[in-house]
Nanobody, 127 residues
Framework: QVQLAESGGGLVQAGGSLKISCAVS????????MAWFRQAPGKEREFVAA????????VYADSVKGRFTISRDNTKNTVTLQMNSLKPEDTAIYYC????????????????????WGQGTQVTVSS
């Protein structure tokens, strides 16, 4: 049974930083590209960042580029999103997702590619 468990969400002031993590079990972690998506109230789920199986390739949404950093630890089966210079518009539920891949290719920003999802963690940025 594959499980993705996000942690680290919370309330932070604008301009502040927050790190959220996702622990993965039941899956050969090093064979999965990982991604973060988010969904704000009344909006559709959107792509935030993704990282390849080896961690050598990353993709970011334009809205977070230069502020957020995705990383992974294949020895601990975790993926982390470091969020700096947070803005109120970053307020959302953040979801971790995994895509099983045969090859270590550039990860996809499309939610349709991802096979497994976590329950989400709330990030709230106050102005």
């Amino acid at each position: 049974q594959v499980q993705l468990a996000e942690s680290g969400g919370g309330l932070v002031q604008a301009g502040g930083s927050l790190k959220i993590s996702c622990a993965v079990s039941g899956l050969t972690f090093s064979w999965a590209a990982m991604a973060w998506f988010r969904q704000a109230p009344g909006k559709e789920r959107e792509f935030v960042a993704a990282i390849s199986r080896s961690g050598g390739r990353t993709v970011y949404a334009d809205s977070v580029k230069g502020r957020f950093t995705i990383s992974r630890d294949n020895t601990k089966n975790t993926v982390t999103l470091q969020m700096n210079s947070l803005k109120p518009e970053d307020t959302a539920i953040y979801y971790c997702a995994a895509e099983r891949l045969v090859h270590d290719t550039t990860p996809s920003p499309s939610s349709r590619n991802y096979d497994y999802w976590g329950q989400g963690t709330q990030v709230t940025v106050s102005s």
